[in-house]
């Protein structure tokens, strides 16, 4: 695993693999840009060392939490945007992990990303995806980005709405376990992406059976999406930028917290952001805790709210 920095590169010329890797290797709190443009410029190169990567990250897991080793986040992008189908089972792998790991090596990736991660590299396979959604081991906000993913296969065209509205059925009917999950409130709100009429009354026994966080979403939302009619909401499925495949691995990226300048602090009134402009949400590579995954279950609440009633 590369861990170091090298000086060798200077700017200008070109990098070979090793080099890319080497600048992709850490945080420095500077976004690789050029690093990023050489390893797309030589996609058929630097690929077999991409999934080298995830190989040796599954393997190596313990080891990436104590670091700020970063190669193995940069290759899930990468090979996103790349469409290569021999990552979808090496990430299906590492984030399957049991527990909090897995997460807490790629920051907000789970909760942000993967799901339009793993459709991207499915190359509209679902099957790896629809095992993870029902691996009662792996944690419940990756089985919510698998969900997310079919989701997003959907939007991109690559599955069809009725196949995938066929199988979150069967979830409701007996593929998941009637526990109370975060994966509950994760199916009824991709149900609800896909305008769910035939799963109604799927979705109000889970209601009935106290399996949904209301906070989360609520039957009065699903009910509103109903009245918005289904051309209305496909419509807004497929334009929505949360459901799109990994295309462009820099513009993801580039906005990442980790990568802006710190600010010193101030008590100047002139320094604070101005009180209509809304914080950008970012991955960040911090371990989340308890506290923070209240916190995104509630942002995701708020924001589900407010899709749903537009």
Not at 58 to 79: K, V
Request: charged share 25%; net charge negative.
């Amino acid at each position: 695993m590369i861990v170091g920095r090298t000086a060798r590169w200077k700017e200008g010329q070109p990098m070979d693999i090793q080099e890319i890797l080497q600048q992709l290797a850490t945080n420095t709190g500077t976004f690789p840009r050029e690093a990023l443009a050489q390893a797309i410029a030589q996609r058929e190169e630097i690929t077999p060392e991409l999934l080298r990567v995830l190989a040796e990250a599954q393997h190596n897991i313990g080891h990436l939490r104590e670091s700020e080793y970063m190669t193995h986040i940069y290759a899930m992008y990468l090979l996103a945007q790349f469409r290569e189908p021999r990552a979808y089972p090496l990430i299906v792998e590492f984030f399957s992990i049991p527990g909090d790991i897995a997460l807490d090596t790629t920051g907000d990736v789970a909760t942000e990303d993967l799901g339009r991660i793993l459709a991207s590299v499915s190359c509209g396979d679902i099957r790896l995806m629809t095992a993870l959604v029902e691996n009662e081991h792996a944690n419940e906000y990756v089985r919510v980005a698998a969900l997310r993913g079919l989701l997003t296969l959907v939007a991109c065209g690559e599955q069809s709405r009725d196949d995938i509205m066929a199988y979150y059925q069967q979830c409701f009917q007996g593929k998941i376990a009637r526990d109370v999950s975060f994966v509950w409130n994760g199916l009824v709100s991709a149900s609800n992406a896909l305008y769910p009429e035939e799963l109604y009354d799927d979705i109000k026994c889970a209601y009935d059976d106290d399996l949904i966080e209301t906070f989360f979403i609520r039957l009065d939302d699903i009910d509103e999406t109903l009245q918005r009619g289904k051309e209305r909401v496909f419509d807004e499925l497929r334009h929505d930028t949360r459901y799109s495949l990994i295309t462009d691995t820099m513009r993801e990226m580039e906005g990442w917290a980790c990568f802006q300048p710190k600010k010193q602090p101030s008590h100047s009134i002139a320094s604070f952001p101005p009180p209509n402009v809304a914080p950008v949400l970012q991955p960040s590579t911090k371990k989340p805790t308890q506290k923070s995954k209240d916190k995104h279950k509630r942002k995701l609440a708020k924001a589900s709210r407010r899709r749903n009633r537009r």
